[in-house]
């Protein structure tokens, strides 16, 4: 079957670029990707460096410059309309603010890396249209290699079936394999069967966002950067005592599902799962401060905490994840006594957690809260989500930016976690 021989090809280079995640070095990838590497790798990628949005909204063609000719695919997603295009990474070297505002059928657009070794382009469409045709024209006439959307206004009647042609399985993004990547990982990271075995603790650290997804930006600063310079921080700090193994969900800049991050938690076995992000208000609601630790409820404890959680929860989206390819989760009775078991422990971290940071870093006037986080949703891994602060208040942007600050609330982590590992290791002691 020819999908079977394409899935193949897919998880081939999944192995690769999750071979290359590993070392985590740009130039291995650069490496992998091109046989006569330069001291420069990163310059070894196509360089995107113009682009441009023609038509109206019948008709819209992109055009993107480069200066090489690629390869890619091109496929469209419904509820809300998108056209996402996948091409191997590419270097964006685009004017600031691009793909903000779009024209005709293109509300806007968004652009960078979905993993290692592949970049990818999100359009948000006005309405349903159709990838009426793609190409690459090599360089003639003076101008540059370029790439060639060009999209056609259409009924919902028509994209929707024009949706079940287009994933047929040769067409299907890179991304849609992004969970064979995951297995690939834990299989390379997994031990050998011969190898001593680690029986300790497993916590999870979720820098939020990442590639494609820049998360809330505020002057200057991406969510996505922060909060994996503060997972990373985090990480090295729990990992120098030696009594847990750290595991990232992204340890770059590349794009994660929300599915994956926990399905890394669940295979993992994870005994906790933190997810660090950092909000922002929209100016018109005013200025919030202060860092806010959620757990997980289907109901959100708060009119902010709804908006916050919407608001994560459309990092796929975002990110042009087809969502149709998630895994649904069997509900059954085990599911759910683990879920309560599991938020009894989350809800103990999350008030641990607010116990020692309160003393070194500025709360949320509510810092416990709850509400419906998709990346909290792994029935058995004790959960909790860390907003650090808003990017959009000037205070708390100084102090996410401040090694200082980081160093100290990085310390008031680690404590929590000692303090939730110790209880819970005394309450399954020897007596047990
Ligand atoms: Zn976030």
Redesign the pocket.
């Given at each position: 079957m020819a999908s079977r021989a394409n899935h193949g090809v897919l998880l081939g280079c999944a192995l690769v670029c999750a071979a290359a995640l590993l070392c985590s070095d740009a130039a291995i990838v650069a490496a992998a990707e091109d046989p006569s590497p330069t001291p420069t790798a990163a310059s070894n990628f196509p360089i995107a460096s113009d682009v441009r949005l023609a038509g109206d909204s019948k008709q819209t063609r992109f055009v993107l410059d480069l200066d090489k000719a690629i390869q890619f695919s091109a496929f469209a997603l419904a509820d809300p309309y998108r056209v996402v295009v996948d091409m191997p990474q590419v270097s964006f070297q685009l004017a600031a603010g691009v793909g903000t505002a779009g024209r005709g059928l293109v509300k806007a657009f968004r652009y960078g890396l979905v993993m290692p070794g592949g970049s990818r382009i999100v359009f948000d469409l006005t309405g349903p249209a159709k990838i009426a045709n793609s190409y690459v024209l090599d360089a003639a006439n003076g101008q540059p290699p370029r790439l060639v959307l060009e999209l056609e206004e259409v009924d919902r009647t028509t994209f929707v079936q024009s949706l079940a042609v287009e994933s047929r399985p040769e067409l299907r993004p890179a991304i849609a394999d992004a969970a064979d990547i995951a297995a690939a990982a834990e299989a390379v990271a997994a031990p050998k069967p011969a190898a001593p075995v680690d029986l300790r603790p497993v916590v999870v650290i979720d820098p939020?966002?990442g590639g494609i997804d820049n998360?809330?930006q505020a002057s200057g600063e991406s969510?996505?950067n922060l909060?994996l310079g503060f997972g990373l921080a985090l990480r090295d700090r729990i990992e120098k005592s030696g009594k847990y193994r750290v595991v990232m969900t992204r340890t770059d800049d590349t794009f994660i599902p929300l599915a994956n991050r926990v399905q890394i938690a669940r295979n993992q076995a994870a005994a906790l799962f933190v997810?660090i992000?950092?909000?922002a208000l929209p100016h018109h609601e005013g200025d919030a401060q202060g860092a806010t630790i959620y757990t997980l409820s289907d109901r959100a404890s708060d009119a902010e905490a709804e908006r916050?959680a919407e608001?994560?929860n459309k990092?796929d989206a975002i990110g042009g994840v087809n969502l149709t390819e998630e895994p649904t989760e069997v509900a059954d009775i085990l599911i759910d006594l683990a879920q309560r078991e599991t938020r009894t422990f989350s809800n103990r971290f999350a008030r641990l957690l607010m116990g020692e940071m309160k003393n070194t870093v500025r709360m949320h006037k509510h810092p416990l809260k709850s509400a419906g986080f998709k990346v909290l949703k792994a029935p058995d891994v004790p959960s909790v989500l860390i907003?650090l602060g808003y990017v959009s208040n000037k205070g708390d942007l100084e102090h996410l930016v401040s090694e200082n600050w980081r160093s100290r609330t990085v310390g008031s982590m680690a404590q929590a976690i000692d303090t939730f590992f110790a209880k819970r290791l005394a309450t399954a002691g020897p007596a047990n």
């Open positions: 939020g966002h998360g809330t969510e996505k909060v997810s992000h950092a909000d916050l608001a994560e990092a907003e």
